[in-house]
């Protein structure tokens, strides 16, 4: 009698049926697992046809799963931090369709958005807010009477580096009657197989009934005997670091668990499970990895943080060959290396932004002058302020975006006492994917407000190498913007000439009207100067802004046009203004600019055509404004 083996019965997807985490929440631990494999399979296909960031994402597919699987969310709220790291929770609350336009205009933002999702509890587009964000929300539970709902800060390694988060930790821990757990998602660490078993079992123990109870029931005991009760709270944390590390956290009345393996769901549901019956202020250390589950992700994390298009079964391979426009930020990171060679006492300075800012070269180069704080804005601005008042020349290299959170630091321990600073502020303008929580858009309003401070607007690539060595020449505080991306293709001098502090660029002589251009919209002006037979100016500078040129031209000319990347409200044109009005000039003023509103995001071209701040846009902006 012959026999047939059977095939094996094919595994259905769960993941199409995923339409929102009160499905994830009816599967078995079996069906989890296959749900995380899927999941992570759905993120790194989808990322490779849209581009986003994948490393942490692919590290965060078990946490996810467990969150919603353990958590009543949408009613139990979840912050991430930063939010780059939630597409997994996207896909699992009902947009995994919508994933096809992450990031693209008019799809779904690549960051938690509350307008977007009642599960995106709260925008985490910068770092480190989220504890002090779910602890608002805890203590409004509280007040409000929902004692059961539960609040979760899930914050990496990375944003727990700035202040915020333990200024947060500091509150939360003296903060009665909540409900907050602060799970701290670890990838800058590996666990060993011995130690994530031990550490499994210890979670356990820790968050276990009988543990909790043992210990509630004991601190119940010895709370009127204060020496007893030091004495075992000594014991107590000296036992706990015997087995496990950062009692710290303890210190700051949260409770540590810890630290356990990420990417193990038999290890991570329980532990959530049994500290969402414990309540009060909780501490969970996870260990995740970068890039789990792909091989080219787990070897290069930084390539893979935020790619472009990609097909998955090769990488990421290198470009077409041949000459390419220089970036703007490729521009600064060669010349702060060539500056840095000319001048011994340079330094620089990133908050966390090595890549992100063009310093590779300079940290290779020259190691010992290169200072990654971490992502500590704040700290970032004294840091170098300290290091001017010894005489060395710090270069603060630094997105727009992020420079508004030191904002405290530029104006009190900087500008104030008048220190010789260097700011290189990349990702100036709109910026594109990243959307609203990364533009560009308010430096100029913010800086140029502030006394002692220069601020420039280089055109071009050419421009933006010499602007930079004029404000680092210049003695005291002095910021150059420009935006992501390349240029028009100008030749970069291999010199650092310098160029004249508040002096612009005449570019084209015309008739009636002026367009002061600033920045590298300098171009998409030069359309309307045809049509409109205006003059046509590189301003080159906001603070000081070319005063001989302007009296110059508001002698000739009755019509004035400012066209920047920034906000219009308060901004480089708001200068012009101010300084007519000043002089006693009366022109008809027309600002061109960003409007009074966040821009979200998509690419910047198309989001320049919307805004009609592309050449053909500006053009008829132009003609319509003199024919009124």
């Known amino acids: 009698m012959t026999q047939h083996s059977e095939s094996p019965t094919p595994v259905e997807p769960l993941l199409p049926n995923i339409n ?110 989220s504890i002090s964000a779910a602890l608002g929300m805890a203590v409004a539970a509280r007040e409000l009477g929902l004692k059961e709902r539960q609040h979760i800060a899930v914050i990496g390694d990375g944003a727990l580096t700035g202040g915020m988060a333990f200024e947060a930790m500091n509150n939360a821990g003296v903060t009665e009657g909540i409900n907050l757990l602060v799970i701290l998602n670890d990838n800058d660490m590996s666990i060993s197989p011995p130690v994530g078993a031990l550490n499994r079992h210890l979670a356990k123990i820790l968050t276990g009934k009988f543990v909790t109870g043992a210990r509630a029931k004991l601190k119940q005991v010895l709370q009127n005997r204060p020496t007893m009760f030091e004495l075992a709270q000594r014991i107590e944390e000296h036992t706990k670091g015997m087995f496990v590390p950062a009692t710290m956290f303890e210190s700051f009345g949260l409770n540590y668990i810890g630290p ?69 930020t490729e521009v600064f990171g060669r010349w702060i290396c060539d500056m840095a060679a000319a001048d011994d006492k340079l330094v620089g300075v990133t908050p966390a932004m090595r890549e992100g800012s063009g310093l590779v070269a300079f940290e290779q180069k020259f190691p010992t002058r290169y200072f990654d704080v971490g992502i500590a804005e704040q700290h970032a601005a004294t840091f170098a302020a300290g290091m001017a008042c010894d005489g060395m020349k710090p270069v603060l290299a630094i997105y727009s975006t992020f420079l508004q959170r030191a904002y405290d630091q530029v104006i009190h321990d900087i500008a104030l006492q008048k220190l010789d600073v260097t700011f290189a502020i990349d990702r100036a303008g709109l910026v ?26 280089p055109s071009d690539e050419a421009e933006c190498r010499a602007l930079l060595t004029s404000a680092y020449q210049y003695q005291g505080c002095a910021a150059v913007r420009y935006p992501r991306g390349a240029g028009v293709g100008a030749p970069v001098p291999e010199t650092l000439d310098a160029l004249p502090i508040g002096q612009a ?50 002698k000739t000319h009755t019509h004035i046009v400012t066209v920047e990347d920034s906000c219009i409200a308060g901004g480089a044109g708001s200068a012009v203004a101010e300084w007519c009005a000043a002089q006693g000039y009366q022109p008809k003023i027309l600002h061109v600019g960003l409007p009074d509103r966040f821009i979200d995001h998509g690419d910047v071209a198309l989001l320049h055509a919307r805004l009609s701040l592309d050449a053909q846009g500006i053009a008829d902006t132009v003609t319509n404004w003199m024919d009124r």
């Open 432 to 457: 594109g994917a990243d959307g609203a929580t990364h533009a560009g858009a308010y430096d100029i309003a913010y800086l140029r407000c502030v006394p002692n401070i220069l601020i420039a607007t």
């Open 505 to 554: 660029n005449l570019i084209k002589h015309g008739e009636k009207v002026a367009i002061l251009a600033f920045g590298t919209m300098l171009h998409s002006a030069q359309l309307a100067a045809e049509q409109s037979h205006a003059t046509l100016v590189d301003m080159r500078w906001v603070k000081p802004l070319d005063e001989t040129l302007l009296h110059e031209l508001l």
């Open 20 to 129: 929102s985490p009160a499905d994830v929440r009816t599967l078995s631990r079996e069906q989890l697992e296959q749900l995380s494999e899927e999941l992570r399979e759905f993120i790194l296909h989808s990322v490779a046809q849209t581009g986003g960031h994948l490393s942490s994402n692919l590290g965060t597919v078990e946490l996810t799963v467990a969150l919603h699987h353990v958590f009543d969310t949408p009613v139990d709220k979840i912050v991430w931090d930063v939010g780059h790291q939630s597409y997994g929770h996207k896909i699992l609350t009902g947009r995994r369709e919508a994933m096809s336009g992450l990031r693209q205009l008019d799809g779904i933002s690549g960051f938690p958005k509350r307008s977007e999702s009642e599960y995106d509890t709260f925008g985490t587009g910068h770092s480190s807010t």
């Open 260 to 328: 356990i393996d990420g990417h193990d769901l038999e290890s991570l549901i329980p532990t959530l499970s049994n500290i969402k019956d414990l309540g009060g202020v909780q501490f969970l250390h996870i260990v995740t990895k970068k890039g789990q589950g792909y091989a080219y992700a787990e070897e290069d994390p930084i390539s893979y943080h935020g790619p472009s298009k990609f097909n998955p079964s090769e990488g990421i391979v290198g470009g077409v060959s041949g000459a390419k426009k220089q970036t703007f």
